[in-house]
């Protein structure tokens, strides 16, 4: 499935990119606006930390067997005592939550496979829109850098007015009246003026250092979720066979349905995640195309381009600041993924576990930040 088409209000220009600028943009700034390398690695240290189940299995059916002796003791004591009588549903309780630990693994796997099934479709959905945005990227980047080569011959074309004004006024003060001295100023000084704006250097430094911050900003967001769902689903299946056999007695039943729950929830985080981040393209599609259209007018070399170039340049930064902008947008709707999964499957133990995440992180920022303004 491809993205919403935008030509309607946006112009789609295309702009070709020669190979050599794209594998040099690739290697600095990563291949797609989230590295696809990374997102296989997630994947895959997902599914190597699950083959980790068993490490308290043993344990757990231990203690089941032990928690099921106290349960049928505690069943028994009430027929003996006439309390209660004779039901044979709730025997065979124990004996059901027993199979779920033997057959710990399929049992997971079953658990796991509704979050599984939404993962593949929205990533597939996310899948089809990231070669669009690519081309994109790759395109408004080599308009950028278009861009700069203006701005630069631009600026080398003022030095040179500069270097042959200078001479001429030198001999203007020998050879000419004062009036024809301040006739010149009056031309000289928005040639100087414009050759001062035109000190693209520091604004390249900038609007890269800018371009950069955003894009890992929101790579930070995505992997910090997909990280939090491969800890929390880890420490769930390893301590979940615990769960199980403490749901035997009649105190502790609801642990097993509680896990379930907070299962289920983790197991969305990737497909809501993938979601989000398709939905978060749909924006950086319109806010790419939108600038390819503005840096293609700025490089048209007509007059009114040349005075919007030189506005331009003295915004301090090489950067209309939309794709910027989404960029964060889409980091910032990435913390909202645990609470969405909630929505789906009620829990408050998973959402109480990644706020208390997010305030530690909170914690560990400010430090970081009050320990490097100290040095």
């Known amino acids: 499935m491809s993205l919403l088409n935008f030509s309607k209000l946006v112009p789609i220009l295309q702009v070709e990119v020669p190979g050599s600028f794209k594998d040099t943009f690739n290697f600095l ?3 797609g606006v989230y590295e696809e390398g990374m997102m296989h690695f997630l994947k895959g240290m997902k599914e190597t930390i699950w083959t980790h189940y068993d490490v308290f299995l043993a344990d757990a059916q ?17 027929m003996i005592s006439g309390d209660k009588k004779l039901e044979v ?6 004996f059901g939550l027993v199979m779920v630990i033997l057959w710990w693994p399929a049992f997971t796997k079953v658990i796991a496979y509704p979050g599984a099934l939404v993962e593949n479709r929205t990533e597939q959905l996310f899948d089809g829109s990231q070669s669009h945005i690519n081309d994109l990227r790759m395109q ?8 700069s080569d203006a701005l630069f011959k631009l600026q080398a074309s003022t030095e040179i007015a500069k270097s042959e004004a200078d001479t001429w006024y030198e001999n203007a003060w020998e050879s000419v009246k004062s009036s024809v001295k301040e006739g010149f100023s ?14 693209v250097g520091l604004q390249l430094l900038a609007s890269s250092l800018l371009e950069t911050m955003a894009i890992w900003i929101l790579r ?6 997909f990280i939090v769902q491969i800890i929390f689903s880890t420490i769930l299946i390893i301590l979940g066979p615990f769960s199980v056999a403490a749901s035997i007695l009649p105190a502790f039943r609801q642990s097993f349905t509680e896990w379930i729950a907070r299962f289920v929830s983790v197991s969305l985080y990737s497909g809501i995640a993938y979601l989000v981040m398709y939905v978060a393209s749909l924006f950086q599609q319109y806010a790419l195309e939108a600038e390819i259209l503005r840096y293609s007018e700025l490089l048209s070399g007509e007059g009114e381009s040349i005075e919007k ?3 331009f340049a003295a915004n301090g930064v090489l950067s209309f600041g939309m794709v910027i902008i989404t960029f964060i947008i889409g980091a910032i709707t990435m913390f909202t993924v645990p609470s969405i999964s909630t929505w789906i499957v009620s829990t408050s133990g998973v959402s109480s576990a990644a706020s208390a995440m997010g305030s530690g992180a909170t914690r560990i920022s400010s430090m970081a930040t009050s320990a490097v303004g100290g040095m």
Request: overall charge positive.
């Open 29 to 31: 700034q990563g291949n």
């Open 62 to 78: 231990a203690l089941c067997a032990i928690l099921m002796l106290i349960y049928f003791a505690i069943i028994c004591y009430g």
């Open 140 to 147: 408004r980047a080599k308009l950028m850098v278009d861009v």
């Open 220 to 225: 930070i967001s995505v992997y910090v979720i």
């Open 309 to 311: 170039l030189s506005w």
């Open 89 to 94: 549903m709730p025997l065979l309780r124990p």
């Open 186 to 199: 009056q031309v000289w000084n928005p040639v100087v003026e414009m050759r001062n704006r035109l000190q």
